[in-house]
């Protein structure tokens, strides 16, 4: 079993991540979960899935869940480093906008995650930093957007034959 920290869960991609996780929940247990400022709906995904810790970038919102909900609860920059470098996440979910992305990036990666990467914005910005962490710390990181992915699969040599476009 994959344990989960999705950072962006209440946009496309960690709303998209977390319908994968409801179709296979014998796969994949989410342990930590962020927002940028949607605390309603980041509440219903702690309902549901049952994190051990939250993060919310927008501190106005932080009462919204300490009222509501009865995980951990972090704010700002310094939760979503928090929920990155989470002890029972092996596996985490970059799914933020922007270059706010690189530093949870980094901070997982030293801390031995394995990174689903939907942010470009992390490699684009730190690329050679974040690549050089990966490999000192022997962990994988994965293009999960399909920008991403179509690179990846072109440079692991797929049969150009297979793509219908």
Do not use: W
Request: glycine share 6%; charged share 20%; proline share 2%.
């Amino acid at each position: 079993m994959k344990h989960l920290s999705i950072l962006g869960s209440t946009g496309s991609i960690g709303t998209q991540t977390l319908e994968i996780v409801r179709q296979f929940p014998e796969e994949f247990k989410v342990v930590g979960l962020t927002a940028n400022k949607n605390s309603g709906l980041l509440l219903k995904q702690i309902k549901e899935f049952k994190p051990k810790a939250v993060a919310i970038m927008d501190n106005s919102k932080v009462d919204d869940l300490l009222n509501f909900s009865s995980c951990q609860v972090y704010s700002g920059i310094e939760g979503l480093n928090k929920i990155a470098a989470m002890q029972e996440a092996d596996t985490v979910v970059n799914a933020l906008v922007g270059s706010i992305g690189i530093e949870p990036t980094y901070n997982a990666i030293k801390n031995k995650k394995n990174i689903a990467l939907a942010n470009k914005e992390t490699l684009v910005a730190a690329g050679s930093v974040i690549m050089n962490e990966v490999k000192k710390n022997n962990v994988n990181l994965m293009p999960i957007d399909s920008e991403h992915s179509a690179i990846f699969q072109c440079l692991n040599g797929e049969n150009i034959k297979e793509a219908s476009k």
